[in-house]
């Protein structure tokens, strides 16, 4: 009985399976390294890891916090006495006292601000978050140029019991 020659899988040369077995697929690890590799970019295989990481992370979230949680656990006494160390050492909370001084400039506080409603305006409002945004400003502007002393007189609402009683209209005491 003559035994069958079979093509490599990669290369395509015939190869003869020893024993008869017939589980050989590749002529060489050469071919058979050849055949296993993906051919994939360094930005494809990125987006690959970063789909499986979203995926994961959704299906396993609890598992994830239990994890983080026991490891918080296990390592928080060593970094709270860290701390403290680096709080008592010398000269550290008239530096720390000095940055915060030198750090919250009235021009960084307003980028703080701007950036602070940009931010919640994105989390509350999604893809509306601009037209929420300018409302905002909008109401800002509106009351610095005007006060609400201003708009109740313009309306008719300022002191409306007063007004009522110049009028007649409302009688006081008991009838």
Known sequence: MAIEQVPCLSCGSLIQPKNNVRKRKYCSMKCNGVALRKNKTIEQKKQEKKI???????????????????????????????????????????????????????????????YDRKFRAKKRFGPLWEAHYLTVLLNEEVQKRISKYEIYKQTGRLNKALQRSRNGTVKRGYT
């Open 52 to 114: 499986y990481d979203m995926q994961y992370r959704s299906e396993k979230r609890d598992l994830l916090k239990e994890k983080k949680r026991n490891y918080y656990q296990k390592t928080r006494h060593y970094w709270l006495k860290k701390l403290a160390e680096k709080r008592n050492t010398p000269g550290y909370k008239e530096r720390h006292r000095e940055y915060l001084s030198t750090y919250w400039t009235a021009e960084r506080l307003a980028l703080k601000k701007d």
